[in-house]
């Protein structure tokens, strides 16, 4: 298995833009999460989705950021428009919608807004 | 944090010396989960401890549980250079949202 496939592991823009992160899962997984990692704040749980439903979106800062999960192989969260605190590495992860199920994280994606 | 904690903050040891992490949290949970994250890579999973553990064992790795006082460590015995990482505690509260801990930074100096 490929694992948990984030892209692009790296994104360069300039404030005010749209930036969209790309997310797929490990085939078979039903729960899928998006994390945003920063040296100030640690990990933060921006949104969770179970069976592509979106269960809880409280993490997710502000209306600039929006996520989606049209199916079962694919996730995308969007920032429009993009900020300079904003920069952060963006992680996803999948798992078997099992409380004793382990998450599976990809390599993240970096973020710089400039 | 969001409902945990974790100390130290770093931690900077001599290969062969044992390294030990601790992780507090402050919701009933299910179990406690540690995870080892590489610079510039994801997180790995390490190991689950259920709450009516007190203690398990994975190769080098010791965990232990105390749901009285809310905490885990994470024991590495014998480390090696090659442990060098940071390590997360992280727990599932309601509906399956995984919240994780600060993280400890390890450095193991060969």
């Known amino acids: 298995d490929a694992g948990v496939i984030q892209s692009p592991r790296h994104e360069v823009t300039e404030m005010g833009q749209e930036v969209t992160l790309r997310c797929k899962p490990i085939?078979?997984?039903?729960?899928l999460f998006w994390y945003r990692q920063t040296m100030m704040r640690g990990l933060e749980l921006l949104i969770y989705?179970?069976?592509?439903?979106?269960?809880?979106d409280s993490g997710m800062p502000e209306d600039r950021f929006s996520a989606k999960m049209p199916n079962a192989s694919f996730s995308t969260l969007k920032i429009q428009p993009s900020e300079p605190r904003d920069s952060a590495v963006y992680l996803c992860?999948?798992?078997?919608?099992?409380?004793?199920?382990?998450?599976?994280f990809g390599n993240g994606t970096r973020l710089t807004v400039t | 944090s969001q409902q945990g904690e974790e100390d130290p903050q770093a931690l900077s040891i001599q290969e062969g010396e044992n390294a030990t992490m601790n992780c507090s949290y402050k919701?009933?949970?299910?179990?406690l989960q540690w995870y080892r994250q590489n610079s510039g890579r994801g997180l790995v999973h390490l190991i689950l401890?259920?709450?009516?553990?007190r203690e398990k064992h994975s190769g080098r790795l010791r965990v232990t549980l105390d749901t009285s006082k809310k905490s885990s460590s994470l024991l590495i015995t014998a480390s090696r250079a090659a442990d060098t990482a940071s390590y997360f505690c992280?727990?599932?509260?309601?509906?399956?949202?995984?919240?994780f801990g600060p993280g400890t930074s390890l450095s193991v100096i060969p």
């Open positions: 919701t009933s949970i299910n179990n």
């Open positions: 989705f179970n069976n592509n439903v979106p269960i809880d």
């Open positions: 992860a999948s798992s078997l919608a099992r409380t004793d199920s382990p998450l599976h």
């Open positions: 401890i259920r709450s009516n553990e």
């Open positions: 085939s078979g997984h039903n729960s």
């Open positions: 992280a727990f599932p509260t309601s509906y399956d949202k995984v919240i």
